[in-house]
């Protein structure tokens, strides 16, 4: 079940920094936070994951509160192509043999020129 | 980086026919892959997880009997719908694990449009 809370949706002006939060307060000691994005009619795009440190990428940050029960994704320079529903996911690594990803609802980011 | 490719991406079939939809990864192995379903403005939801050699493990209220996984190979997991109705009708997305360390660790397929009529 997800374990995740976000808001259903944002929206966002082109070129300004896009920050999605997300809830995770029941979160355990040894998972990690994952972010994926969908768009439209096509499967999930991994975007970033951490386990307690800040996580900075190409496409992303994120940043994870001290106790781990919350996060912050940013997308410092949001473009049209990042409209998506962006997906915060609480789960064991993959090297766990609990290891799988059960998606929430997600967050509906609109991204306006 | 690691690249899972589903075929077909979309299928329509008549009412009451089995439809098999294939999941492969193409430049690693995977040793667990997963089966989800995605109904219109809805999330994913997780069917089943997929573990090469051995029977998959499917989540609550997922029957088995309808939705059969093979995951005969460290490279190929097929899901086959059996004998569909128009409620099948969905979209349906694999994921694979890859072993060992490195990477982001979930990578997704781009999904199967299934249509019964």
């Known amino acids: 079940d997800a374990k995740t809370t976000q808001p259903p949706s944002m929206d966002c002006a082109e070129g300004r920094a896009a920050n999605l939060p997300c809830n995770h307060s029941t979160i355990s000691g040894n998972e990690y936070v994952y972010w994926y994005r969908q768009i439209h009619s096509q499967g999930p795009q991994y975007i970033i994951h951490g386990l307690k440190n800040n996580e900075t990428n190409e496409m992303a940050s994120l940043i994870i509160t001290e106790d781990r029960k919350s996060s912050t994704l940013i997308l410092p320079h949001a473009t049209l192509r990042d409209t998506a529903v962006y997906y915060c996911i609480v789960g064991h690594d993959r090297g766990s043999t609990l290891g799988r990803l059960y998606f929430g609802r997600g967050t509906q980011l609109t991204v306006w020129p | 980086g690691a690249v899972v490719s589903q075929h077909p991406s979309w299928v329509i079939c008549k009412s009451g026919t089995s439809v098999k939809i294939e999941c492969r990864s193409l430049?690693?192995?995977?040793?667990?892959m997963f089966w989800y379903r995605q109904f219109p403005k809805q999330s994913l939801m997780l069917m089943a997880t997929?573990?090469?050699?051995?029977?998959?493990?499917?989540e609550q209220g997922v029957e088995k009997d309808k939705f059969l996984i093979n995951h005969a190979s460290l490279t190929l997991s097929t899901l086959t719908v059996t004998s569909a109705h128009p409620e099948d009708s969905s979209f349906y997305i694999c994921s694979a694990k890859a072993t060992g360390t490195g990477g982001n660790g979930y990578t997704f397929g781009s999904g199967t449009r299934l249509t019964v009529v």
């Open positions: 430049d690693f192995q995977a040793t667990t």
């Open positions: 997929s573990n090469e050699g051995s029977k998959a493990t499917y």
